[in-house]
């Protein structure tokens, strides 16, 4: 299953070269990832991430440009490695017709009042499971799967 974020571009979002500016892009797989780790885990498990998370590792690969237009483009992400102390959330950032996007990033639950990572808990394992596709790669060629 891939939770799917559907994501309104927006003027700003445009370089000089009118298309999304590359770290924008990082901002979308945000807001995807924040819909599907806190707001959907916090109503399947009300104590989910609750503690705090941190991101470890970006990888992306741009894949056409992107340029504004009224309609959202549509963030799918999934889960494509679950550890003890950390999860892979994987991305593509896609309309109808093209891919623009495809990314990872490593999360980490982090235990805030420590200052330290911690593992997994049991509930938000249990939600992150149902997001489990290890079989997609990320470095696949370009085109819509």
Known sequence: MRHV?????????????????????????????????????????????TGGSVVA??????????????????????????GRASVTVSYEIKDNTDVYVRASTVVVPYDLESGRPRRISAEERSFLEAYVDDSFDNRAPTGVR
């Open 5 to 49: 974020y559907e994501c309104p571009l927006r003027w700003s979002d445009m370089d000089a070269f009118g298309h999304v500016n590359n770290v924008v892009f990082l901002r979308y797989l945000e807001e995807a990832r924040i819909d599907m780790m806190f707001r959907l885990a916090r109503e399947a498990a009300s104590d989910a991430f």
């Open 57 to 82: 590792r970006h990888e992306i690969d741009y894949l056409r440009p992107l340029v504004h237009r009224h309609e959202p483009v549509t963030v799918e992400t999934w889960v494509s490695k679950l």
